[in-house]
Every structure is written in structure tokens, then in C-alpha cells.
């Protein structure tokens, strides 16, 4: 499944615009089982109420370890396709860490340095809520891509919630990226920052992503991180 998307395009748009999308990942199916055990208590870490802390509105819950099998699947079968573009991008902005073909060594990195939790999420959304822009970083250990698939079905099952990323530029106004998704379909993006091509070389682009508002309905996401957190 993730084998046979177009890499070539997906590289592509990362490096022109920061995030591309998958196409479709997962079935319906799919989607209303891993949105499922949200309300359940057992699976997950710890739940994060986000007006309590600023972030927005809504919620989210990290799951424990062991991770479910179709978000282990996931995070592992995306891994191998990202890393080699993940090492370019430090490459090219002058960045040190260089990152493993196989995710174990890199988490076992994290590990070594303290990032113990486990940080793949599942997100939801209810009328009115909303995700601030941010950045996930959660440690010294950071890899620089991560992945959101929506689980619900836009028009169907909410309104509004468009995925949404801002770039901010050197000497220059933000630009926002919106990225529209259908259920089952997943979008890649930056976590912190990526390089851009300018007159005088390559420089550093910061982005944060958030969700913006709600308009009815529920909106459950999965979320990727590579990295654990401290």
C-alpha cells in the first residue's frame, strides 16, 4: 500500500511546498475501526484536553505500547520512504543528525536520550473545536516528517476542519498552505522546518500546522510522529 504510492511526486511536493498528500490509505472500514476506541480507556497513555493548555480545542490521546497493528504497520511502512528524504533536507540546510533505514535504531536513539512515550495519536473534533499551529517536537531527538490521516468523512461526518500550514520566511509574510482531505487519505508535512532554495543559497523555512475550525459534526484523526518524547 504505501510501497506502490508516488514517491517521485510526494518528494516532490515536500520539498516545493512542505506537505503532499497520499491518496487513499485506508478503506472506510478502516477508518471507523481505528477511530473507534477513542471513548475506551485502555490502548492509550494519556488524554490531552487542548483549552486547558492552549492549544485549541478538542482532544486527543496518545496511544500506549503496544501500538495497534494498523498504526505499527503504518509508522514502520512509511519509514523507509521518508527517512532518505528526511537526510537530504539536513544535508542540504546543514544539519547534523542523519537517520537509520530502519525506524528501531532510531527509536532506540530516542530512547537512549530519554524519549521514552510513545507519541502516535489519535485525535478528535467536535462543532467549534480547533487545533492551533504548532509544531510536535517533544525532545532533542526530532525527525523531521510526520503524517495526519483523516478518519471521518468530510461533508458526511463534519464540516470546516480543513488540515492547515504556515510557512514563515525569512524578511517575508507567512505564506498558508490548506490542505483538503477525503477519509482515508493522508498528508505528509513538515514538523519543523525544511529548506528553500533563495538567491543567496539555501535557508531554513520554519512551518507549523493546527486544524482550522470545526463547522458541525465530529472529526476523529490519526496521527504519525516518528520520534518518542520525553
Not at 504497520?73 to 544535508?91: C, K, M, V, Y
Not at 498528508?187 to 470545526?214: E, W
Amino acid at each position: 500500500m504505501i510501497a506502490a504510492l508516488d514517491w517521485a511526486r510526494i518528494g516532490a511536493e515536500l520539498d516545493a511546498f512542505g506537505c503532499a498528500t497520499t491518496g487513499p490509505l485506508l478503506d472506510a472500514a478502516s477508518c471507523a475501526a481505528l477511530a473507534a476506541p477513542y471513548d475506551r480507556e485502555d490502548g492509550f497513555r494519556s488524554r490531552i484536553v487542548m483549552a486547558r493548555h492552549g492549544f485549541g480545542r478538542g482532544e486527543y490521546k496518545y496511544f500506549a505500547i503496544p501500538l495497534p497493528d494498523p498504526v505499527a504497520t503504518l509508522r514502520a511502512g512509511f519509514w523507509p520512504h521518508l527517512a532518505p528524504i528526511a537526510n537530504r533536507w539536513n544535508e542540504t540546510m546543514g544539519l547534523a543528525p542523519r537517520f537509520p533505514a530502519d525506524h528501531a535504531a532510531f527509536l532506540a536513539r530516542c530512547h537512549a536520550a530519554g524519549q521514552t512515550r510513545p507519541t502516535p495519536l489519535l485525535l478528535r473534533y467536535e462543532a467549534g473545536d480547533y487545533n492551533c499551529l504548532h509544531q510536535d517536537l517533544y525532545g532533542e531527538h526530532v525527525f523531521p516528517l510526520q503524517v495526519a490521516v483523516l478518519l471521518s468523512a468530510p461533508g458526511r461526518d463534519f464540516t470546516g476542519g480543513e488540515f492547515v500550514l504556515t510557512e514563515q520566511r525569512p524578511r517575508m509574510q507567512s505564506r498558508a498552505e490548506v490542505v483538503p482531505l477525503q477519509q482515508g487519505e493522508g498528508v505528509i508535512f513538515a514538523v519543523h522546518h525544511r529548506p528553500v532554495q533563495g538567491t543567496r543559497g539555501t535557508y531554513r523555512v520554519n512551518l507549523r500546522h493546527g486544524v482550522s475550525r470545526i463547522r458541525s459534526g465530529r472529526r476523529h484523526t490519526l496521527g504519525i510522529i516518528f520520534h518518542d518524547a520525553a
